[in-house]
């Protein structure tokens, strides 16, 4: 549920820089893994942990990291609830935001196993009423994030003022059915909840019962999840979280949101021992058959051949050479990490009721310790002025103005209404932030001319388009 102005926010010097795109994509040359006892790695992840509730802060974390079959980190940290403060566990329920996706994602290939849905028919076969305005959009696409169609959380004011009303599905689907696809479905990747919220309709209407009934009967008690629940805000639900918000003094409670508005994209509540649990038994072969999972974890394939680094509900990339499985999520007064490295078999959940938290800035940390892997520094090149002034402009993406400026012989860019922060020149086209080296920028050139770039970080591939051209 994050939209790019978060994903790029960064902080004012008293405080910290923040993103909340799911999994960094930071590509470091491999070490040898170091001999570490058990007893020491424990110390380092637990150091880890408490370092970031202390220093970001977090008003809570709660923390789980499996390998093979040793649990090296099953640990809460800060309180639940500041107002009547109570510690957070591993079993305390925290919303999940966007790891729901994968939920989702593994329903429908259930669904597609027994022949009730086919990946590649239209989605107005099952939800006649959606207009899709000429464009052929398929189940795959939506899975995918490569329909187009307009994520009903980019639509600024227009979706925000309505955040606390429980809309209709109906009312759901006029926020965004008719606004202008972003481009031909297949053609590129662009994150999108309005693709998850029709495949929870289509999961309802082609089951028969409700998107959270569905799932409590076909993966949460079959799989003993017995704390992960579709996150009703009337119910009542022993040890949930409070959701918080980081200001300059403290935290503020987060602003409240209506749960029929993430539904199928961002809906769920867990927690670290149930997503644990989740983890094995999705790559074990208990949701779905190997082949339904290898689809959710293999590169989607565009229509001009490129390849995504996003599955099914799942994004797919790279950390020190060791491939990883993971995905973010971020709502309000929460956030939300859970990544899988099959060749190590390490397994690492973070969930904080802190809203904007990088929790995989966390992960990535912890994982290099498991992996005995250490990152290679980012380069910082000299360019040349009159190379600089190439990318200087302004640079569309979507929903958001990026300019890019020189200052002090070093280029830099800015969201519109954030902070600047300065661009390491890594060779060729690509650069990184520095406030957080898991953002990059891959500029294109056309003969002399810079004219667009994208923003990446992990699953997330965002294009932005040079002005004028």
């Known amino acids: 549920m994050e939209d790019l102005a978060r994903a790029m926010k960064v902080r004012s010097p008293h405080r910290v820089a923040v993103t909340a795109l799911a999994g960094g994509l930071f590509l470091a040359s491999p070490v040898a893994a170091q001999s570490d006892d058990r007893g020491t790695m424990a110390q380092r992840i637990d150091s880890i942990a408490r370092a970031a509730v202390a ?38 329920v925290f919303r999940i935001g966007s790891l729901t996706k994968q939920f989702t994602a593994a329903a429908i290939l259930q669904l597609a196993e027994q022949g009730q849905v086919d990946l590649d028919a239209e ?105 992960t629940r579709y996150c009703d805000t009337r119910a009542t639900v022993a040890r949930r979280a409070e959701g918080y918000v980081r200001v300059q003094d403290g935290f503020v409670n987060d602003e409240p949101i209506s749960m029929t508005q ?95 938290a990088s929790l995989w800035n966390v992960a990535r940390d912890i994982a290099r310790t498991a992996l005995g892997t250490m990152p290679a520094e980012p380069e910082d090149r000299t360019l040349p002025p009159e190379q600089r002034e190439r990318y200087v402009g302004n640079y569309d993406a979507a929903n958001a103005n990026i300019r890019v400026f020189t200052e002090n012989d070093h280029l830099w860019a800015q969201i519109t209404g954030q902070a600047p922060f ?12 520095e406030f957080d080296h898991s953002i990059e920028l891959r500029f294109v050139a056309r003969g002399r001319h810079v004219v ?18």
């Open 55 to 92: 220093g970001v802060p977090l008003s809570g974390l709660a923390l789980a990291v499996v390998r093979g079959e040793d649990t090296l980190a099953l640990v809460g940290l800060g309180n639940a609830n500041l107002e009547w403060p109570a510690p957070v566990t591993p079993e305390t």
């Open 123 to 227: 989605v107005t076969r099952y939800v006649p009423e959606f207009d899709a305005q000429g464009h052929r959009v398929t189940l795959r696409h939506l899975l995918s994030h490569t329909s187009g169609i307009t994520s009903y959380t980019s639509l600024g004011e227009r979706w925000r003022t309505r955040v606390r009303a429980d809309l209709t599905q109906t009312e759901m689907l006029d926020l965004f059915q008719h606004e202008p696809f972003e481009f031909e479905p297949g053609d590129r990747f662009q994150y999108s909840n309005s693709g998850y919220f029709l495949l929870g309709m289509i999961i309802e209407r082609v089951s028969g019962t409700t998107y959270g009934g569905y799932l409590a009967a076909n993966i949460f008690a079959p799989l003993g999840m017995r704390d």
């Open 262 to 356: 993430p539904f199928a994209a961002g809906a769920l509540c867990s927690t670290a021992r149930d997503l644990l649990t989740w983890e094995r038994a999705l790559h074990g072969g208990r949701v779905v058959s190997s082949a339904s999972y290898g689809q959710m974890v293999s590169p989607f394939v565009l229509n001009d051949g490129s390849l995504t680094e996003y599955g099914f509900g799942l994004a797919i990339s790279e950390l020190d050479a060791y491939r990883v499985v993971n995905h973010s999520g971020g709502i309000n007064g929460f956030s939300s990490h859970l990544s899988y490295f099959p060749d190590a078999d390490l397994t690492i959940v973070a969930l904080s009721n802190t809203e904007g």
């Open 422 to 433: 300065r661009l390491l020149y890594q060779g060729g086209q690509r650069f990184v932030a």
């Open 452 to 469: 667009e770039f994208s923003l990446v970080q992990g699953n997330r591939v965002r294009r932005a388009l040079r002005v004028p051209f």
